[in-house]
């Protein structure tokens, strides 16, 4: 298997003994402004065996510190974050709902700090694990801030890539706080979230799920992952000269998050200039498909479970009768895609894995086609806004004092 790896310094000053990254010449990268964000989306199966050895060095410490809180009954998890970060916690919380059999929820920091006496109402003992790639969003210092101001008992996991960023200085070394700190290269420089992503995803399925043995599943993930990058790229490519002006993600359960953040970077990496869709496939007939027009490509994410997967199939088999079967992409674990009407872009030795983990290879070639698309369209992706229209970490948020009822 050969695999196009690069650093990220190496890719970003476009110097180094790696002559290309994801098939481009790391040199015209630079020129391009995508140094780092290609190098970024190549380095993320290195940075998953980092992030293995991490969980593993740490395992004791983490056991110790979640040990006895999820041996408590009344324990509510809470996932929380921003933007992407949101997204990682949408994408976990079926998976960790079974694994610590116990309720897990999905609250973006973005709504919890607008109404937290909604979301924080039930003033139980809560885990409130932080996904944050700066740690410097106004929202996601605010939120664990709030939350032990509304609740009596509230312990937090801080995921962080930036152990420079405010909401580590605010939890390391605290009794109530435990913080996983990600692989330096993980804290993106690009504009868009990659590697931070899959990193913090990674990370908590490792430290929460106590997966049988944790260094084969990291392998399997990070091998995929390399088999993705060496040759997916070539594809998603062609696709990114087609001109779509519509992209749909479509995914069930956790795969339905992960269509969500698909959509979040190419609608981020073409700076709104392709508009994008997301759903679950049951979902999409309601309405959302009315979005379909002869300028769209449509990325459907095969479950692995076999009960699910039925209603993936079948909305990838409705759309390819409708559609140009070309404008329609199945990502599928690879044994299982001769189910698949048509065929389907597969990823090799994964058929027996969960979705939240499948979601880390399956989210490589979204990646690389919303870099591909945005250099298609002539666009910097390392800063599709250079005139700061959004930014990398979100500006302008002003963090109000709570107020009394009424």
């Not at 210092?141 to 996991?157: F, G, K, M, N, Q």
Request: hydrophobic letters at 40%; aromatic letters at 6%; a negative charge.
């Amino acid at each position: 298997m050969t695999t196009r790896q690069t650093t990220g310094q190496t890719a970003g000053d476009g110097t180094g003994p790696t002559a290309t990254t994801l098939a481009y010449d790391a040199g015209e990268l630079h020129e391009r402004g995508a140094g780092w964000t290609a190098s970024e989306i190549a380095q993320q199966p290195a940075l998953w065996r980092e992030v293995g050895d991490i969980a593993r060095a740490r395992r004791s410490e983490t056991d110790a510190f979640l040990g006895p809180l999820l041996a408590r009954k009344d324990l509510r998890v809470v996932l929380t974050g921003a933007g992407t970060s949101a997204f990682a916690g949408e994408l976990l919380t079926g998976v960790l709902s079974r694994e610590l059999r116990r309720r897990v929820e999905a609250i973006a920091t973005t709504d919890l700090v607008s109404n937290p006496r909604e979301y924080l109402a039930e003033d139980v003992p809560t885990l409130l694990v932080s996904f944050a790639r700066s740690g410097e969003s106004p929202e996601s210092v605010a939120a664990t801030r709030l939350a032990d101001e509304c609740l009596a008992e509230c312990y937090h996991l801080v995921v962080t890539c930036n152990a420079e960023g405010q909401l580590y200085r605010d939890h390391q070394g605290v009794a109530s706080s435990l913080v996983l700190t990600m692989p330096e290269a993980a804290n993106d420089r690009g504009f868009a979230m990659t590697s931070s992503f899959t990193c913090m995803v990674l990370s908590v399925l490792l430290t929460l799920t106590r997966p049988q043995d944790p260094e084969e599943l990291v392998d399997r993930l990070a091998g995929a992952g390399e088999d993705v990058l060496a040759t997916r790229p070539a594809t998603t490519n062609a696709l990114a000269q087609r001109g779509y002006e519509r992209i749909v993600y479509l995914g069930s359960g956790p795969l339905k998050a992960l269509a969500r953040e698909s959509a979040l970077k190419m609608l981020e990496l073409s700076a709104g200039r392709v508009a994008t869709w997301f759903d679950s496939p049951l979902g999409f007939r309601h309405g959302p498909k009315s979005v379909i027009d002869p300028r769209t490509l449509v990325v459907v994410y095969l479950s692995n479970d076999p009960y699910t997967r039925l209603y993936d199939v079948d909305i990838v088999a409705e759309l390819r009768a409708a559609m140009s079967a070309d404008d329609v992409i199945a990502v599928s674990a690879g044994e299982r895609a001769d189910q698949v009407p048509g065929g389907a872009w597969t990823v090799p030795g994964l058929t027996d894995l969960d979705d939240a983990a499948v979601a880390l290879p399956f989210v490589l070639p979204a990646q690389v086609l919303a870099l591909q698309l945005s250099l298609a369209l002539g666009l910097t992706p390392d800063n599709p806004f250079p005139g700061n229209q959004v930014n990398r970490v979100v500006q302008g948020v002003t963090i109000h004092p709570m107020v009394g009822e009424g």
